[in-house]
């Protein structure tokens, strides 16, 4: 049997983080066949700039960020919406992961998003904004594994069919074949 690997990007900070114990009821459902690994330590990740990403020397937060989804066969963003796009955190995580240009970390690599916000909409300009930029960042968008959920009537760490759906999408995930997409 093939073995996945999942690398989890949360993007929120917030030690309640709903999204975050969405990711971690993920992983405690996660099938034999995959491992899901969610990367601590995103907001110890300076901001990007290109005076300390050199060649020979990356603040150590970044390389293990780098190190981690370069390791992983998939990304999976878990992430709410703060003022209709993505959090910092995780756009900076994508922006980490994007250089150096053309072989980044996510180059190839497999991407999807789901999150929860507590509005009708769940985090989907949030959602639409961490599959552009991580296309233009070199990775295979699995647009099928999108769930924009909202936490606005239901409770998303319990609720049977939300959780259903997220685990659908982790499926969707693991079993894109991208020679197949690209035929
Ligand atoms: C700075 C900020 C901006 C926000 N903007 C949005 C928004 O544009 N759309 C939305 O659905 N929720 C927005 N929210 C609400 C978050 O989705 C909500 O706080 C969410 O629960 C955070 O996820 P977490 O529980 O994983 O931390 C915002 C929250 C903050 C703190």
């Known amino acids: 049997m093939t073995h996945t690997t999942i690398a989890v990007l949360v993007g929120s900070l917030r030690s309640d983080s709903v999204n975050r114990q969405l990711a971690e009821v993920l992983r405690g459902q996660a ?3 995959v491992s899901i690994e969610i990367i601590d330590g995103l907001g ?3 901001f990007y700039n290109q005076d300390l990403d050199t060649p020979d020397d990356i603040p150590a937060s970044a390389a293990r960020l780098r190190d981690q989804v370069s390791r992983a066969d998939r990304v999976l963003a878990v992430t709410p919406e703060y003022n209709g796009r993505m959090p910092a ?16 970390a996510l180059v190839g690599k497999p991407f999807g998003v789901v999150g929860v916000t507590p509005t009708p909409y ?7 904004d961490a599959v ?10 699995v647009e099928d594994v999108t769930v924009s959920q ?4 239901v409770d998303v760490l319990t609720d049977p069919d939300v959780l259903a759906r997220l ?3 982790v499926r969707v995930l693991v079993d894109y074949d ?3 997409a690209a035929a």
């Open 31 to 33: 099938p034999e066949d």
């Open 44 to 46: 110890e990740v300076p």
């Open 89 to 104: 955190v995780l756009s900076n995580a994508i922006d980490w992961l994007s250089r150096p240009y053309g072989a980044g």
């Open 122 to 128: 769940g985090g989907q300009w949030a959602h639409a």
């Open 132 to 141: 552009r930029s991580a296309g233009i960042a070199g990775a295979k968008v």
């Open 150 to 153: 909202s936490a606005l009537e």
């Open 167 to 169: 685990t659908n999408a």
């Open 178 to 180: 991208a020679e197949q």
